[in-house]
């Protein structure tokens, strides 16, 4: 008799589930997703590489806007369907003025400028499509609010200099810059962070005061400014810079979009960081739709320059994205520090500078929707100028579901084996491509002695196979007289990339095993409140 044990492949060291209370049956949280982003819940590994993800460039999903003479792409956001809506593009055309144009999609890859004839912007409407202006302003990529704290699901983070604020802070006694403008007059540094707010992610109104640096004297961060939601925590997440031109990431928190914790350093480079000069310019950060933690690409800025500094800063160069992730949305990683989406040839768009904006998850793929340009930063309106092509677009690749990381031979056979742990359910599954090349597996007990039932030979190999949920099986084993045990999970593979495992489970301490040995109940939560 053939019994059935599905297990997912994506190594994340733990999933942590979102606000759990802790378990006093030894029950589990429902499947949860193992992530390869590192090796730690791994106790022996051999002929093993840790591979980075390799998202593939869509050419003919790169989108220009309309307008004649060319005309920019900056913070491309993407608004997956919902109802009746279908995809949404939100996107300026300058870096400032903001200029917020609006495009709709049918599958997300293939865009139209959307109409929009009853916002009339400020200092005039330039197109059927467009739909905001924020005057001597810079915006960022569009948050969804999961939780419509105030009435608009959609903001924008952006910030506003010159004479909108000499005006503000003219009229408003408690205004930051109020003094200086009442007895110095307009001054170049007047800045004010500033936010924009929708309720359909059409019609936009700008907020100011009580905004998301209000109040925070002497701190003057400047776009791009992203946000994610962190459902363990239940607080909005931004990812900012500590200061104008200070390309360093800092993350603050916030439970209502208004109060603001202060910026906690996050990323700046570090002893590794030797090759030359970079900065670290935005982080825009997708949670993961299981639940097993955050991914972040991380815009590298390369300042690399024979030229001597000519500027306040490095105000030229390259920009890719490099993979960083969280397991639970507070503490982040640099993976493997090479570029996760690599600029492409020239003349290509992207070939100078790709700055990702939005990381969308469908169903069958991971979608990433970037800037792509043409010009090294600090050029780009120079060269705009001697060219009558547009030099950037919106640019998309898409990655395999769970093809953050994964685990691929370095030749022949490869051999790894889990850490203890428990399942509360009879199911694992695997997320593996092996078209051209096989993997088997086992089940042992702590010293590694397979189960019987659960051994290499006589599990059913995965072989010629390319599957995002594909089941492990044993010819003899039952996946019932398992559960609440103590287990190891064993796989040998060659010519395959393993992506991740899924399965109702929980990684054991040396408590876990006690309590679990004597039949009693464990905590299935890894950190308490």
């Known amino acids: 008799m053939k ?15 979102a606000r759990s209370e802790p378990s006093t049956t030894g029950r589990g949280h429902g499947n949860q997703k193992l992530l390869f982003f590192d090796l730690w819940n791994l106790d022996y590994w051999d002929n093993v590489e840790l591979a980075q993800g390799e998202p593939k460039w869509v050419a003919d999903a790169s989108y220009t806007d309309p307008g004649s003479p060319p005309q920019g792409m900056y913070f491309p956001s993407v608004l997956p369907p919902q109802g009746d809506r279908p995809w949404r593009l939100l996107y300026s055309t300058k870096w400032s003025p903001f200029t917020l144009m609006v495009a709709e999609s049918d599958d997300g890859l293939r865009w139209r400028p ?29 948050y969804i609010d999961p939780r419509n704290s105030d009435g608009y699901p959609y903001r924008i983070f952006g910030r506003q200099h010159g004479a909108p ?30 936010t924009l707010v929708s309720k359909d992610g059409v019609h936009w109104h700008l907020k100011t005061g009580g905004h998301w640096n209000w109040g925070q004297a002497g701190w003057y961060p400047e776009p791009p400014v992203f946000a994610f939601w962190n459902a363990r925590t239940q607080q909005h997440v931004m990812t900012v810079r500590p200061g104008w031109g200070d390309r360093r990431q800092c993350l603050r928190t916030s439970t209502d979009l208004h109060s603001w914790s202060d910026p906690e350093l996050l990323f700046q480079p570090d002893a590794l960081d030797t090759a030359g000069p970079i900065g670290m310019y935005a982080l825009p950060v997708r949670p993961l739709d299981g639940g097993e933690g955050f991914a972040g690409l991380l815009w590298i800025f390369h300042n690399s320059s024979s030229e001597p500094v000519a500027s306040f800063n490095q105000f030229f160069g390259t920009m890719d994205a490099e993979l960083a992730f969280s397991y639970d949305g507070i503490r982040f990683q640099r993976t493997l520090r090479r570029p996760f989406l690599r600029r492409n040839p020239p003349p290509e768009y992207g070939c100078s500078q790709i700055r990702v904006c939005s990381i969308i998850e469908t169903e069958s793929e991971i979608r990433i929707y970037s800037e792509g340009h043409r010009a090294a930063h600090g050029h780009e309106r120079s060269a705009q100028r001697r060219s009558a092509e547009p030099l950037n677009a919106m640019i998309v690749h898409t990655l395999r579901k769970d093809g953050w990381m994964f685990l691929r031979s370095r030749g022949d056979w490869a051999r790894f084996q889990t850490k203890p742990f428990t399942l509360f359910k009879p199911s694992i599954g695997v997320n593996l491509d092996a078209r051209y090349g096989e993997m088997r597996f086992q089940l042992t007990d702590e010293k590694s002695d397979p189960l ?20 492990l099986e044993w010819r003899e084993g039952d996946p019932g007289a398992v559960t609440g045990r103590v287990l190891r999970l064993e796989v040998k593979f060659r010519n395959a990339h393993v992506y991740s495992f899924v399965m109702d489970h929980h990684f054991l301490d040396a408590m876990d095993y006690r309590l679990l040995q004597d039949g009693k109940s464990i905590n299935t939560r890894m950190f308490s409140d």
Do not use: M, N
């Open 3 to 17: 019994y059935v044990c599905t297990l997912y492949v994506t190594v994340l060291v733990f999933a942590v589930p």
């Open 452 to 471: 019987e039932g659960f051994s290499f030979d006589q599990c059913v190999p995965l072989q010629g196979i390319d599957a995002l949920d594909q089941k």
């Open 165 to 194: 604020v000499f005006r503000r802070a003219l009229a408003d006694p408690e205004h930051p810059w109020h003094d200086i403008v009442t007895k110095e007059g307009e001054k170049r540094y007047l800045s004010e962070a500033v």
């Open 114 to 142: 959307l109409a929009v004839d009853d916002v009339e912007p400020v200092g005039g409407k330039l197109a059927p499509h467009h739909v905001f202006t924020l005057p001597g302003g810079a915006g960022s990529g569009v």
